[in-house]
């Protein structure tokens, strides 16, 4: 019986998966079933090991792990309280939150009031400035406001442009 | 499968004992290393994969088992020095499995534990002593054909006595 062959024959009497053909060759062996044979004799005498720990150690044990447990759990009870409070309060200032953006949305008035503003002639075209309408809206406290104001420059700048545009002209 | 500490010590705790008992040869050593094995069960059980608590536990019990003879390497179980380097097997026959065992390199035996007394298989073997199945399967046969060398004839003795008894 070769090591390989031994190896074969150990791996199948504890039931993992084999070479068939490996499995076949070792089985050939004279030696093969005084093998299985020992291993089995060898798995007995390790298993008529009655040794246990002592009753008031096991019922120590049981009652500090049971008490663990509790423990664990109740933790991870307060742990999922925590977050399913955190959660519906982070619900609640949100819909509150929505609600106030929906409020201030809903009577806002469409754009259709008029502000100047100059548009940049056609370089090309040798036109000189005209004015554009944009939409505004308005807000309660202090009159009118542009609806973006990242479409609308402020006039001072505006002003700026336009004066070194027509002097480039 | 279980889940909290509790059942694992239900079903586990006397393997565990068994399987320190057998590494460490001492009643007291082996209830010591089953209880700090339960409690670090219960302290770490969260951080363990679910469906692989027996190999994650047998882990902890053989690296307990090693934390425990790298500190009282004194007191380990002097075997080979006990029978002065004689390791012919007729000389062996009169020791029992436990001694037998002690002959046994250290990665040998602990598979081979693992694998009779625990139950584990080659996976989870493999996982509890960080190494492959096939280094396993070579483990678990080279210490299979020591102690069969070593204890042939008194395990063939022993099965002659229980045909005796039983006919």
């Known amino acids: 019986m070769t090591p390989n062959q031994a190896e074969v024959l150990s791996a199948f009497f504890d039931g993992e998966a084999v070479e068939t053909d490996a499995l076949a060759a070792s089985l050939q062996e004279h030696d093969a079933i005084e093998f299985l044979l020992e291993f089995a004799r060898l798995r007995r005498a390790v298993h008529e090991d009655t040794s246990r ?14 008490r663990a447990d509790r423990q664990r759990q109740s933790r991870r009870r307060l742990a999922q309280t925590s977050l399913a409070a955190s959660l519906a309060l982070a619900a609640a200032l949100g819909g509150f939150t929505a609600r106030g953006a929906l409020e201030r949305r809903q009577p806002g008035p469409r754009g259709g009031a008029l502000t100047q503003a100059s548009q940049a002639p056609d370089r090309s075209s040798g036109a ?3 004015p554009v309408s944009l939409p505004i809206v308005k807000t309660p406290d202090d009159g009118t406001r542009a609806r973006s104001k990242q479409t609308i420059p402020s006039p001072g700048l505006r002003m700026r442009f336009t004066e070194w545009h027509d002097a480039v002209l | 499968m279980p889940r909290t500490a509790s059942d694992l010590f239900e079903r586990y705790h006397v393997k565990t004992y068994r399987y320190f008992l057998r590494t460490v040869g001492s009643h007291d050593v082996a209830q010591d290393l089953t209880q700090e094995l339960f409690l670090r069960v219960v302290r770490h059980l969260r951080s363990c994969s679910p469906g692989r608590e027996v190999a994650w536990m047998f882990r902890i019990a053989r690296n307990l ?3 425990y003879r790298r500190e009282h390497s004194e007191r380990s179980l002097p075997l080979a020095q006990a029978v002065g380097g004689r390791t012919e097997a007729t000389q062996l026959v009169a020791f029992g499995l436990s001694e037998a065992l002690g002959l046994l390199a250290d990665a040998d035996r602990e598979v081979f534990l ?9 996976q989870e073997l493999a996982e509890a002593c960080d190494t492959t199945p096939q280094a396993v399967r070579l483990r678990v046969s080279r210490a299979r054909g020591r102690l069969k060398a070593l204890l042939s004839r008194r395990l063939s003795a022993d099965e002659n006595r229980r045909r005796n008894e039983d006919g």
């Open chain 1, 128 to 130: 000189t400035a005209q």
């Open chain 2, 114 to 122: 693992l694998r009779e007394v625990a139950g584990l298989d080659y």
């Open chain 2, 65 to 67: 088992v090693v934390d």
């Open chain 1, 53 to 66: 720990p002592t009753e008031e150690f096991c019922e120590a044990m049981r009652e500090r792990l049971a």
